[in-house]
């Protein structure tokens, strides 16, 4: 499948590749631990360090291009609102 050739660092060219790492899930997770975490004051900032971290590491190791990494970011913030406006 092309997901296992992906994960085994074979080349499946920029297209393939692109598709296959849209929207980032790693950035939606950090962006999660962010949103569920901030409001306990003690592990805030642990919380957005862990989650600045997975971002740049995504991007950094080339597992993800920026395209992916600002996809996630928007998703993750529309959904929250979306959610908080639905369950006020």
Partial sequence: ???????????????????????????????????TLWEIKQIRYYALFYSVGLIASALLVGGHFSLDIVTGIILSILTRIIVIRLYR
């Fill in 1 to 35: 499948s092309q997901f296992h050739h992906y994960h085994q660092h074979k080349s499946l060219g920029r297209i393939l590749i692109g598709h296959i790492s849209m929207p980032s899930f790693h950035t939606i997770a950090a962006m999660l631990v962010v949103f």
